[in-house]
């Protein structure tokens, strides 16, 4: 498989160790007395995964080469 499809798999990753962690840290909080744990913030967050992984994708891998190895 080429580069793009690591790329896709590791994305997929980060995705589902994001999505355990927010349903962990709900759960968490579900435990406390201050606080509650709802679906509807594990949704919230799952969106903002997926916003992230997209806006990172829209970034040319070209570029993050340069800034990695500090040309450009």
């Known amino acids: 498989m080429g580069a793009s499809s690591d790329l896709v798999g590791e994305k997929w990753v ?7 962690y927010a349903m962990s840290d709900k759960y968490h909080q579900s435990l406390t007395g201050f606080r ?4 509807s913030d594990v949704v919230i967050y799952s969106i903002g995964m997926i916003i992230a992984l997209i806006t990172y994708s829209l970034v ?6 340069k800034a990695t190895k500090g040309v450009g």
């Open 60 to 65: 040319p891998i070209r570029y993050r080469e």
């Open 36 to 39: 509650d744990g709802r679906w």
């Open 14 to 20: 980060t995705f589902f160790i994001s999505f355990l």
